[in-house]
Each structure stands twice: as structure tokens, then as C-alpha cells.
């Protein structure tokens, strides 16, 4: 049986197919720039370059379908560019996972993790101090390689300053986004909401999914490419087709860090638990106001560790609650949005089946 | 007596006067754009926008003094963008902040210290990493609004391109020297080089002092104020100066961490010590092979606090070992150098005066 999701991954592929030895090149180059300085930055490098190769290339994936969508045909030029959103995304996780205090990420070591452990082996005095220094520096070595990424492109100077007026603009906002975010986590484990508050709290919750996820991953992307391609009319449908799509991805983020596999996650199942944080399912576990739900719930969040045990008691109360059905509803809705969209962004058939099979392949994303 | 640096100071103060009311209104309207997502992010842009305005304004006066040399004659015009350089060092300080540990910054609580403080009296918990979170995220605001202000200003496209060009692959470099100085400042505590290994550090020294400051601090600001005038001639001779300049710059710096004045410093005097930094000075006592002076050194560093005592004990350090001497007679070197290199820049006397003065204006800074 082909899933629906079938014809976006084989599209997802071939980008990355043809981007990675753009971006091992780019890395050598860099490196190379690095290596004037010292060998710390080189070192650096290499994490940043192993970290960036394990994405998902979903959004860079993005900017070259925008592309598309904007008559642009040199296939091979929209590559490189593409891979300026790449690097922001990598970037900006480096700094989300010290706030979260995550160890594991795309299968390896947190930035912050890694380079304390450099640090133990090297002897370098406050390991963990010297972690923390190293992934701040090195994201913002990711925001402007990024930058070096778009700027220097083959596009028209008007063009490309097109696209990057539109990637500042997006990701201030995505900042102020993350900060609600920071707020959310932290008020959760002391202050969890009165059922009564649910309906404010879920619009809270859609609205940082929106500015700290679903504009930078499928809107923004999508924007930049079709910009790149010269296209203007269709921007606020790309604008509403990426939001229903990365509204989509992180409500399956939030479900797969639950119910997900932890070899396909990359990253801790339970997490969300540890650092308390205020997921789809744990606002519809609000909603559904079963105050014995919510004290076992209570006992979960910001524990340190998550146990086996404890993650299975977590899948019971999401499923019992009807958290877990609720949420998969939600991100049903956002996919009618999502597929109502479509016909303003594309006629061809072709394209049409793509932008349908993207929103399968988000809400397909392995368990 | 009218001082060296008279003329360049007026010219600053002219910037300031002029500069900040766009300051202002630039955040007047993110501010309108942040209060969209939440609170928390025009409070984290207040923050901000205090801290901005209380910078010395020399990085965003050398834009509109590359600009000038450039050819340029829309004084107004350059205003705008030049703020894109304050907004970038702004950000970066918060970042640096935290590696440093440091408290105080231009006469305010550093960002870390401020939302950890914010924390305590909303009653957010763990104050310290949400005070960590938001200085992080703050940062990244920072330098997207910089790309804001550069790639928004009306100059033409092509021109913003190249600036925004040299802007990514400097700071990137920057972030390269700092990282060599996150391993430089953690080293020193338990790994006091041996003096015959002197001359090396010297060079390390210098070198870091080059990607960490004086490129950003002298050379990318006249150059991106040069190019948005259309210049293209004259930009090694612009790199040299501002080099020097920048040299200097650090190399004052270091002094002014113990020999300045607290209430002119804006963040405490001693903190180098405390963060073992390897300044100038401490180089400089290494290089003299004084034992005795060395192990009182040593005493020193890394020390949880300066007391003033520990802090006449450190300049009575600084000055027999003949470092205090050694680094100003090094800031003369530098200061020759730039002097040399000024007829390259123009041949206007008026020009050659405002540039002279500038080398004057950074050497003279107060202690």
C-alpha cells in the first residue's frame, strides 16, 4: 500500500539527495576559513556539520517547492540558498535544547553536552560552563554561515534582499515566540491551569506553535523560495498552507514525544514531561477535567528521569483522558485547512498532489 | 587644553544626538509588533532597548564615518543602518555576558541577571535558568532586528547585498575568536603558560584580540559604511586602520578593567581577574618572568571576588612588573600604525583630522 505521504518523501529525498554534497562543500570551505583561527572553531565546525547533515531537511526541502510554486526552474541554484534555513534551524536548536536542558538531539549529543564531555576529555577547567559557552557561540556561528548561505547565492541582489527582509522579519518574531515558550515551560510544574482556563490556555498554546513553529517551519520556507523565484501574488496562501502544515508538525512533535519510538525520535521520549512542558496533550488532559487524571498527571511532570514505567502511565492517562484522540482531531482539521488552501497555491495536477502529500508525510511522521 | 580626541568625540556626541530618536522609534514599532505575540517579549525589548542606548555608539559612528570617506552625502539616510552594528554588539554582549558571568553591563544588570531577578519577583522558578533562557533568546532577537534595520534602509539593493555580505562572514569570524577566548579565559586559572612560551601567547593573544574586537569594533564598520556609499578602492586601507583602531580599543579595555574607574566602566573593575581572563596585562606580567609576582598573580585569579584591596594589589602588580607600561607602549605601536595608514583613507585635511582624532579618542578613553 503506498501511503499518501509517499510522493513528498521521494521529494524530500531527492532534495536531500542533492543539497548534502552542497553542504559538505560549503563545511569544507569553512572549515578551511576556521582553521586560520584555531582549532576549537574547526572542531566546532565539525559538530555543527554532523548535527546539520542528520535534519530532516524538511524546511530546506521548503524553499526549493516554493520555488516551484514560483515558476523558478534552475533547480540547481535554488540548492544552496535553500540550505540557509538549514542552518538556522540547526542553529536555533542548539539554543533550544540548553534551555531545555536536553542531552540527545538527531541521534547525537546536545552542542551544550558535547562540548562538556570535549571539555573532561581535553581538561579544560568547568566543564559544563565551557558546554554552555561553546553551543551559545556556536549557534550564532550557524545564524550568520546561514546568512553567508542566502547572501551569496546566484539570485538577482533585489531578489535575494527580498527573501532575507522576509527570514529577519520571521524569525524576530519566532524569538518573542520562544520566550512565551521559555514562560510556558517554566510556570507549568507549580501552576498547572484550572480546567476553566482551558480555552484561553489552548489559544496560548496555538499561538507560540504558531510564532516558535509552524511560521518558520512550513510558511516561511515556502515564502523564501517563492520569493527567490520572483513570485509575489500567492504569498498570503503559502503564508496559511505552511501554517496549517507546521501547525500539523508540532502537534505530531507533541504526540511523538509521547507515543513516538525513541531510535526515530532522536531525542528522550518523556522529555516534555521532564521539562514540564505545556504539549497538546497535556492541555487537552486539562480540558477534559478528570481531577484524578490530572494529580496522576501532576506526579509526572518535571520529574527528573522518566521511567519506562512512567511514560506507559503517561500513555494510559493521555488515552484515558482523550487527550491523545483529541489531539490527533486537531491536527485532522489543520490538514482540511491545509487541503482547502491548495487549489490558490497551484493548477497542475502534479503540484497539487505534492502540497497534498506534504500535509500526509507531517501527519505520517513514524511512531 | 583641548584634548586629541576633542574632535572625534563632538563627532560621536553629533551621531548619538542624532541617531538615537531612530533608535527609538525603531523600537517603538517592534514593540508594537512583540506586544502581538505577548508581554514577555516587550518587556525582554524594554530590556533591550535600554541597554542599546546606553552603549558608546563608536561602532555605529565608524558606519557613518566609512559612509563619509566613502563619498557619501545622505547623512540621514546612513543613520538607520548604521544602528544594525549597536544592535549586533548589543546582542553579542548578552551573549558573552553569560559566558562571562558578569552582573553588570553599561551601568545595568546584565540580561541573564535581570530576567533571573524578573523570575524571582514574577515567581517564575528556577530564576537563574530562566534569566539564562531569556538572555539566550534576547540575544537572537537582537541580531535579527540588526538584519532588520540593515536590509530595510533605503539604500539600493545591490549595495545592502554586499554589506549584508561582509557583515555575515565578520561576524562569523567573530564568533570563531570568541570561541578561542572561551578556551583562553577557562585555561589560565590552572594552566599559567611558562614564560618562555611567551612570544606564542602574545601572538595568540593578539590574534584573538583581532577576530574577538578590533575587526568588528574598527574594520567592519567603516567598511560597511564605505560600501553603502558605493566605495570599493580603499577598502585594505580601511581594514588596516580599523584594525589598529580596533587594537587599541581591546588593549584600552584591559586597562580600564583594573585601572579605570567603576562608576565610568560600567561593569566591575577586577572581573577580568575573576574570570582569569588573559588579558593584555596579565600577559605582559607573564612575559617579565617575575616569580615572585607571578604567584601573587596567580593568588588572584579566579578569585570569587576583587576586593578593592586585591584590586590595589593587582595594580601594584601590573606596574612593577613594568605590564602596565609594556601594554601602553603596545596601544602606541597601534596607534602609529593607524596614524600612518590615514593618507590612503583621504587627502582631505578635514577628513585626516576627524580620523587622527579617532585613534586619540580610543587611547584617551577615561580611566
Not at 553551543?135 to 550557524?142: H, P, V
Not at 531578489?159 to 510556570?187: F, P, V
Not at 476553566?196 to 516558535?212: M, V
Not at 497538546?280 to 477534559?288: A, K
Request: aromatic share 10%; proline share 4%; hydrophobic share 40%.
Amino acid at each position: 500500500m503506498i501511503k499518501k505521504g509517499q510522493l513528498a518523501w521521494e521529494y524530500l529525498e531527492n532534495y536531500r539527495r542533492q543539497a548534502l554534497p552542497l553542504l559538505d562543500e560549503f563545511f569544507h570551505t569553512q572549515k578551511e576559513e576556521a582553521k586560520k583561527v584555531g582549532k576549537l572553531p574547526v572542531e566546532s565546525l565539525n559538530y555543527f556539520h554532523d548535527l546539520c547533515r542528520r535534519g530532516k531537511f524538511i524546511r530546506g526541502t521548503f524553499i526549493t517547492l516554493g520555488y516551484r510554486l514560483g515558476g523558478g526552474t534552475e533547480k540547481k541554484k535554488i540548492l544552496l540558498p535553500s540550505l540557509a534555513i538549514e542552518f538556522f534551524h540547526t542553529a536555533i536548536l542548539i539554543h533550544d535544547d540548553i534551555m531545555d536542558e536536553d542531552n540527545l538531539r538527531r541521534g547525537i549529543k546536545t552542542a551544550h553536552t558535547y562540548f562538556a564531555d570535549y571539555a573532561r576529555k581535553t581538561k579544560i577547567p568547568r566543564p559544563e560552563h565551557f558546554g554552555l559557552s561553546q553551543a551559545i557561540t556556536l549557534a550564532d556561528t550557524g545564524f550568520y554561515l546561514s546568512w553567508q548561505l542566502l547572501l551569496e547565492s546566484s539570485f538577482p541582489p533585489y531578489l535575494k534582499l527580498k527573501a532575507g527582509q522576509e527570514l529577519a522579519k520571521y524569525i524576530s518574531r519566532l524569538t518573542y515566540g520562544q520566550m512565551l515558550d521559555i514562560t510556558n515551560e517554566t510556570s507549568l510544574t507549580t501552576n498547572l491551569p484550572e480546567p476553566a482556563a482551558a480555552g484561553e490556555t489552548l489559544k496560548r498554546i496555538l499561538k507560540i506553535f504558531r510564532y516558535k513553529t509552524a511560521e518558520y517551519t512550513g510558511s516561511l520556507p515556502l515564502i523564501l523560495g517563492y520569493i527567490l523565484a520572483g513570485g509575489e501574488e500567492k504569498i498570503e496562501a503559502l503564508y496559511n498552507y505552511g501554517l496549517a502544515f507546521g501547525w500539523i508538525f508540532q502537534i505530531v512533535d507533541d504526540l511523538l514525544g509521547i507515543f513516538g519510538q525513541q531510535e526515530k525520535l532522536g531525542k528522550p521520549l518523556g522529555s516534555d514531561l521532564v521539562q514540564a512542558k505545556k504539549t497538546i496533550l497535556v492541555y487537552y488532559l486539562l480540558e477534559s477535567g478528570r481531577q484524578d487524571l490530572l494529580n496522576q498527571l501532576r506526579e509526572l511532570l518535571g520529574k527528573e528521569t522518566i521511567t519506562p514505567v512512567d511514560l506507559e502511565k503517561a500513555k494510559q492517562l493521555f488515552q484515558d483522558s482523550a487527550a491523545y484522540a483529541k489531539a490527533q482531531q486537531l491536527s485532522q482539521t489543520y490538514l482540511q485547512k491545509g487541503l482547502e488552501i491548495i487549489p490558490q497555491l497551484s493548477s497542475h495536477p502534479t503540484d497539487q498532489d505534492l502540497l497534498k502529500s506534504f500535509l500526509y508525510l507531517v501527519l505520517e511522521r513514524e511512531k
